[in-house]
């Protein structure tokens, strides 16, 4: 940014018109660039407001949406935020599930009532139930009644904790 002074761009308002701004920041975020902009702008001053003087208003918008660079523009000096790098873990592991369980409850006024545990994001589940957390999970899970969801691997994950895991003690042996 030569002398200080933001890069022109070409912002898109709401009812389609476009203005010059300056590009003061660049943010990448997970679902695409969002970028902070300076629009030259009147205010009010003074007691009744009658008085006016020049001033900008910031605000982030997406790019390229919303924003288009001036031709002859430099930009190589605005401050740029990349996504972070994932983490080893992330790589290694992949995409994981939201954490939580739903309880889902059936039956009740004309026999026991029974309740299945589902993982969160279980096809089974239906949408919109509270999500539970690890104790609330094994608290339900504890009731006679109730059954953890095996496609989901609501079983898998809760029953061993629920008999008292043993790191020692593995299918192998080992």
């Known amino acids: 940014m030569s002398g200080g002074e933001a890069p022109l761009v070409w912002v898109a308002l709401v009812d389609g018109q476009e203005v010059r701004g300056r590009l003061l920041t660049r943010r990448q975020l997970a679902d695409g660039w969002?970028?902070?902009?300076?629009?030259?702008l009147y205010r009010n001053v003074g007691g009744q407001g009658l008085e006016v003087?020049?001033?900008?208003?910031?605000?982030?918008?997406r790019?390229?949406?919303?924003?288009?660079p001036v031709e002859g523009a430099d930009y190589a000096g605005v401050p740029t935020e990349p996504l972070p790098a994932p983490s080893l873990v992330d790589v290694a592991l992949g995409p994981r599930r939201p954490a939580g369980w739903v309880l889902v409850k059936s039956g009740g006024?004309?026999?026991?009532?029974r309740a299945v545990l589902h993982a969160v994001d279980?096809?089974?589940a239906p949408p919109g139930l509270p999500v539970l957390g690890v104790e609330q999970a094994l608290t339900a899970a504890e009731h006679p009644a109730t059954r953890a969801c095996a496609l989901?691997?609501?079983?898998?994950e809760l029953d061993p904790l629920l008999r008292g895991f043993d790191p020692?003690?593995?299918e192998d042996g080992l």
């Open 63 to 68: 790019a390229p949406e919303h924003v288009r």
């Open 122 to 124: 279980c096809e089974e």
């Open 53 to 61: 003087e020049a001033a900008q208003y910031e605000v982030w918008v």
């Open 34 to 40: 969002r970028y902070r902009v300076a629009l030259p």
């Open 168 to 170: 020692r003690q593995t």
């Open 152 to 156: 989901c691997g609501a079983a898998a």
């Open 109 to 113: 006024r004309r026999g026991p009532s």
